[in-house]
Structures are given as C-alpha cells and as structure tokens.
C-alpha cells in the first residue's frame, strides 16, 4: 500500500488511522455503501449501525439526490425511496450524529453532489458534518477546479476531501485531482454510472499501476463491485473495495409492495457485506 499523504500523515484522522490499521494487517478495506433514509431513516440506520460487525471497514453513506448522475438504476431507486421517506441533508447529517452515539471508531464518507451542499452553505455544511462525525466528503460532480469552494472550509473542520479517478484519467489530470485531496483517492473502475459493468482483473492492475506511480494516497476502487471474488481482487490490487449497488438490490428484494421494510431488510444487505468481508480478510498479507 502507498504511504499517507502529507496532510494526513500530519492529522491523525479516523481514515488515516484505520488505513494505517489495515495496513498493519496487510489487506485492503472494505467499504460498503448505505443510501441514508432507504427505504426509511430507522433502517437505513439499523443498517449503517450493523455493517462494522459484518466486516466494513469504513462505510460510505449516499445523500438522496434527485438527479444522481452518477449513479446507475439501482442506486437512483434508492435515492426515489429514501427523498419520499423524507430524506434531507440536515436529516442525514443527524443520521450520522445517531450512529456515531453507537460507533466512535468506524470511519464515515459522506458521498453526494454539490448542489445540496451549496443551496445548504457550503461553510455550514462543512461544519455540521464535521460535529456530526463525518470524515470525509466525497462530492463526485465538483470538478478539481472547483475545489476551492469546498476545500478551505473542509480543511477548517477536520473533513478530507476525497477526489475521484477514472480509466480515462491523464497522469497530467491526475496531479490536478491530488490537488488538495485526503484521506483516499477513489478509483472509478468502469466507464459508466454505478452497477452496470465491471473492471476485468487485468485491467484493475494496469490501472494500479499506473496511478499509484503519481498518487501519494491510499487508492480504494469502486463501481462494479458486486461479488466476494470482486471485492477481494479490488482490495488485494488496490486499498480497498467500495460496494454499493449489489447490498441495494439485496435489500430492495425484502421490500413489500408498498416499498416499506420488512424483517428480512436489514439482514438482506448485511449477507453480501459479511461475504465480501470474509473474502478481503482471506488475502491478508497474500498481496
């Protein structure tokens, strides 16, 4: 694994100490995802509170978003599901406040777009996340030059801001997007939104091989990762796994014809995790 950025060497946030962690144990993370509020707060919090003892390691949680351009199918049902249970930034934030009266130890990424945050107050925003016990921010739709809106009041409050790579990616573009960025740098494998395809094996390394020569952060890789054989390939080429679409479908597959959760919810979505987590332990110090 690489080392830490300077930033992070420098603060000893929960990220950096727990990639620290794992990378004691030789293996990489795995980092399921949570849509906050899908199908409803008390789930989505039920989930989120549970993911540290079926194996995550970090958890990304999804702000509800109207027009996620990022995301496949799977995930904007999520995003329709978790805005008609009430979902709001403000309510996510408290959703991490309540976790965080569970778990002081396991790292949060909050995942979204720029426009909520904006229409929030990008200072308040940064601020409340901060108290609320988010570690980083990851808002996939602001572009490297715009970081400037974001950054300073992100660095005021403890927040890494976490930047996004893909295939198509330059090695000239790439220094633009380690510009600034902490805690991770998430490594688009497909081209394409969220749960759609998946990066071959082959492809994965190349792709390591040539980011890691100019990336001084931790790299987790993301999109398509739906399977324990997936998840473990991920995080032996890169750092760590990020998985989302398939612990969704899981989960939507529970819901009665109404969309609300049923006893099986829950558990539904932690089977893949406990899956996946088993198969990124299995490759400790096998990298």
């Not at 789930?43 to 990022?70: C, Q, R, W, Y």
């Not at 609320?132 to 715009?146: C, K, N, Q, R, S």
């Amino acid at each position: 694994m690489n080392a830490h950025s300077p930033s992070t060497a420098h603060r000893p946030t929960r990220l950096a100490k727990r990639f620290a962690q794992l990378r004691a144990e030789g293996r990489g993370a795995l980092i399921p995802y949570v849509e906050a509020f899908d199908p409803d707060r008390a789930t989505s919090l039920a989930l989120m509170k549970a993911m540290p003892e079926a194996g995550a390691d970090i958890i990304e949680v999804g702000v509800p978003f109207s027009d996620p351009a990022a995301d496949g199918p799977t995930i904007q049902a999520a995003a329709k599901r978790a805005l008609k249970a009430g979902a709001t930034l403000a309510g996510v934030l408290a959703m991490v406040r309540d976790f965080r009266q569970h778990d002081q130890e396991t790292p949060v990424v909050m995942m979204g777009y720029l426009n909520p945050v904006d229409r929030y107050g990008v200072e308040r925003f940064c601020q409340e996340a901060a108290q609320a016990g988010v570690d980083g921010l990851l808002l996939v739709d602001l572009p490297p030059e715009e970081a400037p809106f974001v950054l300073p009041h992100a660095r005021a409050h403890g927040l890494d801001l976490i930047r996004l790579a893909t295939p198509t990616t330059t090695p000239e573009r790439l220094e633009t997007i380690l510009q600034g960025a902490s805690g991770f740098l998430y490594y688009v494998s497909i081209k394409g939104v969220t749960g759609t395809t998946a990066a071959s094996a082959d492809d994965l390394a190349q792709a390591m091989r040539r980011i890691r020569q100019n990336a001084p952060l931790p790299v987790v890789t993301g999109f398509g990762i739906a399977t324990p054989e997936q998840a473990a390939t991920a995080a032996t080429l890169s750092d760590g796994a990020v998985t989302a679409s398939a612990l969704i479908k899981a989960m939507a597959a529970t819901l009665d014809e109404r969309g609300n959760a049923t006893a099986a919810t829950v558990e539904a979505a932690l089977a893949p995790v406990r899956a996946m987590a088993q198969a990124v332990r299995a490759t400790t110090n096998k990298a």
